[in-house]
């Protein structure tokens, strides 16, 4: 039997997602690599966080998006899972609008970190 649980998120961009790790300090390996689970079991994730525990944090693509996969039992990390889904997804959508607003033509003018967590970004883009 498994112990590999399954956390569904809303992250759909490799490179969002990787950029977004690399921001909270967080190690991770590109993948496809193995997820070290419970008594020596794996499960293949693009990208996986490896734990001094030897119990690993991989986000797996679903067809849909990346999902966290994990054995829960054996989390270490200074966060809750919730905790580090909650950064992790902040620090994504945060690269996913830069990517988007550069895309269309924007610019960064203003951006400033406010103490309750959030980012404001103002953007703008200059018209012929």
């Not at 809303?10 to 690599?33: C, F, H, M, V, Y």
């Not at 020596?40 to 990208?47: C, E, K, L, M, P």
């Not at 607003?101 to 953007?123: A, C, M, P, W, Y």
């Amino acid at each position: 039997m498994s112990h590999f649980s399954t956390v569904k998120t809303q992250i759909r961009n490799l490179t969002s997602l990787k950029a977004a790790l690399s921001d909270l300090e967080i190690d991770w390996k590109n993948g496809p690599s193995a997820v070290r689970g419970y008594q020596g079991q794996t499960h293949t994730a693009d990208v996986v966080v490896e734990q001094e525990n030897h119990y690993d944090i991989g986000f797996s693509w679903n067809g849909q998006a990346y999902e966290m996969v994990a054995d829960l039992q054996y989390w270490q990390q200074p966060l809750s899972v919730d905790g580090f889904l909650q950064r992790v997804t902040q620090r994504y959508a945060y690269h996913t609008v830069l990517a988007e607003t550069e895309k269309q033509g924007f610019q960064i003018t203003e951006e400033k970190n406010n103490q309750d967590g959030s980012i404001r970004l103002v953007v703008q883009r200059w018209s012929a």
